[in-house]
Each structure stands twice: as C-alpha cells, then as structure tokens.
C-alpha cells in the first residue's frame, strides 16, 4: 500500500520561505514522477510543481516558477517542496501526488497517489 505523508506546512509572513515534504511508503519510489498541487480556499485544486524520477526534469506553474523549487531524494522516498518570497495568493492545502507510470506532466488525472494535504497560510 503505497501512502504519501506531508508535512512542514504552516504560518509565515510575506516574504517568508517553508520547505515541505512528502514521505512516501510503499515501493519502487524512484520509479515515478511526483508532483505538488495546491488548492486555495473556494478554488479547484491546481498544479504547482513535477519533478521526473531521475531529477533531471521539473516542471513549475508559472504563478511559482523562480519562487519554488522541487527535489527529490530517492534514497529517502521523499520529494520536497522548497517555498521562497511567499505572499498571500501561495495561501492553500498544498498535495503531493504520486503520478501513473510512465506520466510526468501536468495534470492532476495522472496522478494516482495523493497525501492529506498541508496547510500554508502566508499572512501579509
């Protein structure tokens, strides 16, 4: 049974940087893209962030892209979300999803593993 597991989110200011991680149980791990989707209050759940298994490839939503940065570490199951100059509108449950085999793009059908989501409230 394959379990995605969260954490590091929380409360910052505008400006302000978190880094988040998913934990994922189950195995093969490195043989998958993963991804982050966010979704704001009162809005539908929306890409963020990819990465391919081998790290060489990552994708960003434009709303994120110079701001965020994913990374994976294959020898800890996990893949990371690294958040700078936060500000309001990055306010959201931020998922990480697991994707089908052989997906690495953008939409969120492809994936077919999600953790519980962490929440991230940037105050201004």
């Known amino acids: 049974q394959v379990q995605l597991v969260e954490s590091g989110g929380g409360l910052v200011q505008a400006g302000g940087s978190l880094i988040l991680s998913c934990k994922v149980s189950?195995?093969?791990?490195?043989?998958?893209?993963m991804g982050w989707f966010r979704q704001a209050p009162g809005k539908e759940r929306a890409f963020v962030a990819t990465?391919?298994?081998?790290?060489?490839?990552?994708n960003y939503a434009d709303a994120v892209k110079g701001r965020f940065t994913i990374s994976r570490d294959n020898s800890k199951n996990t893949v990371y979300l690294q958040m700078t100059s936060l500000q309001p509108e990055d306010t959201a449950v931020y998922y990480c999803a697991r994707a089908q085999s052989g997906y690495s793009g953008i939409a969120e059908r492809g994936y077919d593993r999600w953790g519980q989501g962490t929440q991230v409230t940037v105050s201004s």
């Open positions: 990465i391919s298994w081998i790290s060489s490839n990552t």
């Open positions: 189950g195995r093969p791990f490195s043989n998958y893209a």
